[in-house]
């Protein structure tokens, strides 16, 4: 019988219950058992793929084409494993399942209510991450104790648990003990008044997960445990780690939460191998080397905008034993001046959607063409390589795309045809892995040692070829196609240390202990093209 994890999340938000979830997770699969996780959140969009960055941060895509939650990128980076569309559920997606199947007939004239059917639908999004080769499931529940939208979740959590029976789910409370600076106390009330509003539905934590500032004493520990329900020993403390998250999953395993969590649900006690882990440890905490990577991104001032960019940056750090420094700027501020490049090894070009910012990439492409800077561009990145490249080596000055310009005579980049007059706004997504075919004399093709690639994508315009023979005779090579050679999806200058631009969003299949190649090789070429300090 799979049995079940669920993490839940109280006193406020932000406080990490997805790389707690995926800590536990990595330990859980590092003693043997295979795992899958999902997170459950509570907002009412079907899910995060038309809101905007500055509210959502990143959306993260899956290898089946779901635009999920930042936290599903956590997982896969922790755990190695695949998530898919039974990862993510929403309110809006649970709401749109119950009345489609309303609509249809589904529940024989009854009256439907948010008791049962709603939360027999949830318990339902909980069951599909059950297969034969799962024996663990853990499940994040978005958002905190207490909010009105969570309790549809946490109501088929309780009855769950209830119809799972003893020793087959049990739930993990992620809380905060707030220090009092001024008075230099550490503070159990809120974390109390929070388990109080799950056992008031029917909850009780089996453990306590407690963040903190400092760290934690006995009597803390006691008081918690007394007035929590819990045994003393089921307390744990998530002190705030000094230098990576990737800290996490030792200091827990320190505590033996992952022992615990497996006497809980009855299971036998593996061994744990963490030896690989130690290593990217010691490669995060004791670099040898360092260089600058500018990131010119539109949410810049947002850094959950673009994690996993910022993770799949630090794994070429662990690769290349190298601290990777990065300069985050908003693209609006270089349409005013490039100086904050100058002191960059490399630029990092990430995608996005919308014109702002577009005129301010094309100057740090511009900028990095010029003066042999290593380039990644990546999927608007990208676009914004092949405008720039037709702007000013083509000398075609409108060159554009046709989601920022109508009127250009030059629109190098476009919709496919068989996407025109679609209006639906994911109607025209390309969405998920699709395989690529690379050119044997691609810089690609050795960074990848491949032939064909698998990569997910995220995005509405494409490479236009009406112009692709023109731009390659100017030297633009055109690095990896679709198999059928119809859609560009790498393309490179090979007169430069590192310039390239791939279509896709490489960064979502990086992992700590296994970097991915482009990044790998902005990073090689970035220390290479180290820049003395000021």
């Given at each position: 019988m ?11 938000s ?5 790389i ?11 003693r043997g058992?295979?795992?899958?996780m999902?997170k459950?959140d509570?907002?009412?969009n079907v ?12 959306v ?9 939650d ?9 755990t190695?494993?695949?998530?898919s569309?039974?990862?993510n ?13 309303e ?5 024989l ?6 008791i049962?059917h709603?939360?027999?639908?949830i318990k ?6 059950e297969t034969?080769d799962v024996?663990?499931v ?7 104790a ?9 109501e088929a959590?309780r009855?769950?648990i209830?119809?799972a ?10 809380t905060?003990l ?25 909850l009780i ?5 407690c ?14 445990a007394?007035f929590c ?8 403390e ?9 800290e ?6 320190e505590?033996?939460?992952?022992t ?14 963490l030896?690989?882990w130690?290593d ?24 959950d ?25 908003e693209a ?15 630029i ?8 702002r910012?577009?005129a301010?990439?094309i ?5 990095a063409?010029?003066?042999n ?10 676009q914004?390589i092949?405008?720039?490249?037709a702007q000013?080596?083509l ?8 989601e920022?310009?109508?009127?250009t005579?030059?629109p190098?980049i476009?919709?496919m045809?068989?996407?025109?007059g679609?209006t ?9 892995a699709y395989?690529?075919?690379?050119q ?10 491949a ?17 692709r023979?023109?731009?390659e005779k ?7 196609t ?6 560009v ?11 390239v ?14 970097a991915?190649p482009?990044?790998r090789g902005?990073v090689?070429?970035?220390l ?7």
């Amino acid at each position: 019988m799979t049995k079940h994890i669920f993490i839940t999340g109280g006193v406020v938000s932000s406080l990490g219950k997805g790389i707690t979830a995926a800590s536990l997770a990595l330990l859980l699969k590092r003693r043997g058992y295979r795992i899958a996780m999902q997170k459950l959140d509570p907002y009412l969009n079907v899910d995060p793929g038309t809101m905007s960055p500055f509210q959502h941060g990143e959306v993260f895509v899956t290898d089946d084409g779901a635009e999920t939650d930042l936290d599903l990128g956590h997982y896969e980076r922790f755990t190695d494993i695949n998530c898919s569309h039974a990862s993510n559920y929403t309110t809006g997606k649970i709401y749109s399942a119950v009345i489609a199947r309303e609509r249809a007939g589904g529940y024989l004239g009854k009256t439907v209510q948010v008791i049962p059917h709603i939360t027999d639908e949830i318990k339902r999004a909980i069951q599909s991450a059950e297969t034969d080769d799962v024996d663990i499931v853990l499940t994040e529940i978005g958002g905190t104790a207490g909010d009105i939208e969570s309790l549809p979740f946490l109501e088929a959590v309780r009855q769950y648990i209830l119809e799972a029976g003893v020793g087959n789910a049990i739930v993990i409370h992620l809380t905060l003990l707030p220090f009092i600076r001024a008075a230099g106390e550490l503070k159990t009330k809120p974390s109390q008044q929070s388990v109080a509003v799950l056992r008031n539905i029917g909850l009780i934590p089996n453990i306590l997960v407690c963040r903190t500032e400092i760290p934690m004493e006995e009597d803390h520990r006691r008081k918690l445990a007394l007035f929590c329900n819990v045994s003393p020993d089921l307390v744990i403390e998530e002190k705030d780690v000094k230098h990576s998250i990737y800290e996490v999953p030792p200091e827990l395993a320190e505590q033996e939460l992952d022992t615990k969590v497996l006497d809980l649900l009855r299971l036998p006690v593996h061994r744990l191998d963490l030896s690989s882990w130690d290593d990217i440890l010691d490669r995060v905490l004791h670099p040898d080397r360092s260089c600058r990577i500018a990131l010119v991104g539109k949410y810049t001032s947002v850094r959950d905008a673009y994690k996993s960019v910022y993770e799949a940056l630090e794994h070429a750090g662990i690769a290349t034993r190298a601290h990777v420094i990065v300069d985050s700027i908003e693209a609006e501020e270089l349409e005013r001046s490039v100086e904050r490049l100058k002191n960059a090894d490399g630029i990092l070009v990430p995608g996005g959607f919308g014109n702002r910012g577009v005129a301010g990439k094309i100057k740090a492409i511009r900028y990095a063409r010029e003066n042999n800077v290593p380039l990644l561009g990546i999927c608007l990145g990208m676009q914004c390589i092949v405008i720039e490249f037709a702007q000013n080596v083509l000398g075609w000055q409108d060159a554009d795309s046709a989601e920022f310009s109508s009127s250009t005579r030059h629109p190098v980049i476009d919709l496919m045809e068989e996407q025109r007059g679609l209006t639906q706004k994911g109607g025209t997504m390309r969405l998920g892995a699709y395989p690529c075919t690379l050119q044997k004399d691609a810089v690609c093709a050795s960074l990848y040692n491949a032939e064909t690639i698998s990569e997910r994508h995220r995005h509405r315009y494409e490479f236009n070829n009406l112009y692709r023979a023109e731009l390659e005779k100017a030297g633009l090579f055109i690095g990896g196609t679709s198999p059928d050679r119809h859609l560009v999806e790498i393309v490179e200058l090979h007169d430069r240390p590192f310039f390239v631009g791939c279509q896709f969003h490489p960064e979502f299949k990086s992992r700590p202990d296994r970097a991915h190649p482009l990044f790998r090789g902005l990073v090689d070429a970035a220390l290479s093209n180290r820049q003395p300090e000021d």
